[in-house]
Structures are given as structure tokens and as C-alpha cells.
């Protein structure tokens, strides 16, 4: 995974990682920087870096809701206003240090409620239902394993992490990870679709209005 102007060219999305530092994503994943210790915490939302830190790190799905309401020119509320709509919702259930979520349906009523979202529930999205149908306008949330940033390594399973689609054409998908790795796989990424199979657990919403 790369960025590359190639078939699937720059998307002009604007671009939210789940971390208000996306600067620092590298040292958030291998441990050696706490999210709580993020310098940029409060402009998440959150009343303490402890809650900061525990949102921040299942936020992939908000992190995609804020790039599509950017892309429309609607406002981005904080993460953590999200997420207080998002259990509101029954979108997220948290249960003690557990949290269930992102659940399509309510997510999808949600968003239809307080933003116009139409977003389509797909238990079983195809490869070619994402490359055919995902731009800019269309985006998919498709669900992947978080270790799609590093495309060139085995995966333990599908899905858990969620991804903004852009984009499909010449055998490769143009993507937005939101906790994808600075300089490299975060913004406009481009990966093979069959590298991207790998990840892919066949399930997402289509954003189709």
C-alpha cells in the first residue's frame, strides 16, 4: 500500500484518524507513546486522557463518519460527541471495558436522524461491489483487519477495522485508515485488491445518499 497518483489518483477527502495526532499513530500502535499521552487529547472531546484513550482507540468508524460529513461541508463535531450519539444510539453498547461496535443498523439510523446519511447495510459486500461503486461521493466503510497498514503481512483474521473507500479502478482501491501509519498508509493509500482480500471480511455500509 501506497500513495500514488495511479489509476486511482488523489481523492480530495479530507482526512480524520481516530487519534487527534495522526502524527504519532506509528508510537500509539507499537506502545512506545500511550494515547493518553496524546499532546493534542482535548480536542477529541473527552473529559480526561483516560477516556481519550479509551475511545480514541475504537473510534475508526467516527473517524470515517467525520471524513464524509467534511467531504459534504456539513460540521464535524468533536469524536467524543459522536460517540455519546453513537450509545445513545445503541450504535456502540459499552459494557464495563468492553465495547460493542460499530453496529451497522443503529449506526445507519443514526446517521440518517441527525446528518441525511443514507448508508446501506451490507452483511455480505463483495470486492467487486466496493470497486465498482466507491468514490468520493460513494464511499465505502468497509470492515478489514487493523493490520492493513502494514498490507505486506499475514493477517490473524478479517475484519474489526474500519476504512473510508474512495475509490476503485485498474485492480487497486484508494483508501482513507485512520490509523494507518503517517506518510504511508493513511491517506489516499492505494492497495491491490487481491492484497486487500486478505483483509476484507465482506461486510460494510455503502454511503449511497
Known amino acids: 500500500m501506497h500513495r500514488d497518483d495511479c489509476a486511482c489518483g488523489p481523492s480530495r477527502v479530507p482526512y480524520y484518524s481516530q487519534w487527534e495526532s495522526p502524527e504519532l499513530v506509528a508510537q500509539f500502535i507499537d506502545g512506545s507513546l500511550r494515547p493518553a499521552d496524546d499532546p493534542?487529547?482535548?480536542?477529541?472531546?473527552?473529559?480526561?486522557?483516560?477516556?481519550?484513550?479509551?475511545?480514541?482507540?475504537?473510534?475508526?468508524?467516527?473517524?470515517?463518519?467525520?471524513?464524509?460529513?467534511?467531504?459534504?461541508?456539513?460540521?464535524?463535531?468533536?469524536?467524543?460527541?459522536?460517540?455519546?450519539?453513537?450509545?445513545?444510539?445503541?450504535?456502540?453498547?459499552?459494557?464495563?471495558?468492553?465495547v460493542a461496535g460499530l453496529i451497522y443498523k443503529p449506526f445507519a439510523d443514526w446517521v440518517r436522524h441527525d446528518f441525511g446519511i443514507v448508508a446501506d447495510v451490507l452483511p455480505d459486500l463483495s470486492l467487486d461491489v466496493v470497486s465498482a461503486v466507491a468514490s468520493p461521493g460513494t464511499p465505502v466503510i468497509a470492515s478489514v483487519h487493523s493490520s492493513i497498514r502494514w498490507p505486506d503481512r499475514t493477517p490473524p483474521q478479517r475484519g474489526g477495522h474500519l476504512v473510508l473507500v474512495?475509490?476503485?479502478?485498474?485492480?487497486?482501491?484508494?483508501?482513507?485508515?485512520?490509523?494507518?501509519?503517517?506518510?504511508?498508509?493513511?491517506?489516499?493509500?492505494?492497495?491491490?485488491?487481491?492484497?486487500?482480500?486478505?483483509?476484507?471480511?465482506?461486510?460494510?455500509?455503502?454511503?449511497?445518499?
Not at 77 to 85: A, D, K, N, S, Y
Open 40 to 98: 493534542a487529547w482535548v480536542g477529541f472531546g473527552a473529559r480526561t486522557p483516560q477516556e481519550y484513550e479509551f475511545w480514541s482507540t475504537r473510534a475508526c468508524g467516527l473517524a470515517c463518519l467525520k471524513m464524509i460529513l467534511d467531504w459534504r461541508d456539513q460540521p464535524v463535531p468533536q469524536t467524543m460527541r459522536l460517540v455519546e450519539r453513537g450509545l445513545a444510539w445503541r450504535a456502540y453498547i459499552r459494557d464495563g471495558d468492553s
Open 166 to 209: 474512495t475509490g476503485g479502478a485498474g485492480g487497486s482501491l484508494r483508501l482513507h485508515n485512520p490509523s494507518g501509519i503517517p506518510g504511508a498508509t493513511q491517506r489516499d493509500a492505494v492497495i491491490g485488491t487481491a492484497d486487500f482480500a486478505r483483509f476484507f471480511a465482506g461486510r460494510g455500509l455503502v454511503i449511497s445518499g
